[in-house]
């Protein structure tokens, strides 16, 4: 039997990870009666019309009459990382650690902008620094928890998680995101409480996904499907969830429903190549082999070096005796570290 690589989608919703691509709120200070928290008020206004050179004209006047005026320095921050100056940033934010008794709060800006930059060990530090200081700090712990997902180290991650989720036993994102470490560890059961838990807090179309590709690698295929169709119910724009449904399908041997699914899904999002992937695998267990080719041709044509491509098509050419062909995908894939075509070529090409 020959083997194929199905494309399933599991997304993480990772608190920080949108909440670092948002625009961050700027506050405004309703009590006016200090002459630092009024320019700070004037900056919000120069800054929001995006007059950044006036705006730090005000900041940097606040800080002259009350230097240790969190808000001042936090919109400074903002401005220079805007303005493309991260270490002006840190810099400043290192200046306000200097001048607050709040050090947990000073750290975690600091770790925000090191992680906006990428730089995962800087955040760590003072992540880890902030959370000396604050153990219940919910926010640091949360970025810790998703900057080790990142980094792999899933057991830390699910410590993360824990501790936020018991400083706020109704935050369903910390229940998805640790069932989500918990499944790259394999613990499917596991995994599956946690997301049971997201979804009785929350109906989210993102948590049902999750669940169904746990569920999956349970091979629980209908229950699977049952959660892909509901979040596809919730959001019919999701096209993560009716790629997933057709994988399921396939699963099922349903490939008529599943060429469906992937169907709906390239047309939901014309440049999903899993689907298209997908579409080609389904088409070749529904013995429509030219139509399978067409879908590897084209995966091929937008990415030469996609190695199970190459398997799939040389599969799919053996079928229409397409020998010398399917020799020359399966050689491809051998080349990119493809194991199972090295046997192929191995057992079926050499002997010619």
């Not at 009716?242 to 014309?270: P, T």
């Amino acid at each position: 039997m020959k083997k194929y690589f199905l494309l399933t989608i599991i997304s993480f919703l990772l608190f920080s990870f949108t909440y670092g691509q948002k625009k961050e709120k700027i506050i405004v200070i309703k009590s006016t009666e200090h002459q630092a928290e009024r320019l700070y008020n004037d900056a919000v206004k120069s800054y929001e019309s995006k007059q950044y050179a006036e705006a730090i004209d005000f900041l940097n006047q606040s800080l002259k009459i009350n230097d240790s005026l969190a808000t001042s320095y936090h919109l400074l921050s903002i401005i220079q990382q805007e303005m493309g100056n991260k270490q002006a940033a840190i810099q400043t934010l290192q200046t306000y650690s200097k001048a607050t008794h709040h050090k947990d709060t000073a750290a975690y800006m600091i770790a925000q902008v090191f992680y906006g930059d990428n730089n995962l060990d800087s955040a760590s530090s003072y992540l880890n620094y902030c959370i000396s200081k604050n153990p219940s700090y919910f926010n640091a712990l949360y970025l810790l928890g998703n900057i080790n997902f990142e980094q792999e180290k899933y057991n830390d991650a699910i410590s993360n998680y824990t501790k936020v989720i018991n400083i706020s036993t109704t935050s369903a994102d910390a229940y998805n995101d640790r069932a989500s470490a918990k499944r790259m560890l394999e613990k499917y059961d596991e995994a599956i409480e946690d997301y049971n838990m997201a979804i009785t807090l929350k109906k989210n179309v993102l948590f049902y996904n999750n669940r169904g590709s746990a569920k999956m690698k349970l091979e629980k295929y209908d229950e699977a499907i049952e959660d892909y169709t509901t979040a596809i119910l919730l959001d019919s724009n999701c096209y993560q969830a009716i790629n997933n449904r057709g994988v399921a399908k396939i699963e099922k041997k349903d490939y008529k429903g599943a060429i469906e699914d992937f169907n709906l899904c390239v047309k939901r999002k014309k440049d999903y190549y899993a689907a298209i992937n997908n579409r080609g695998i389904a088409y070749y267990k529904n013995k429509r082999y030219k139509e399978a080719i067409e879908d590897f041709n084209f995966i091929l044509s937008v990415n030469p070096s996609e190695a199970s491509a190459y398997l799939h098509r040389g599969n799919t050419k053996e079928m229409l005796r397409d020998n010398e062909g399917a020799c020359s995908d399966w050689k491809k894939a051998a080349e990119l570290g493809i194991e199972e075509a090295k046997g192929y070529v191995k057992k079926q090409c050499e002997k010619q």
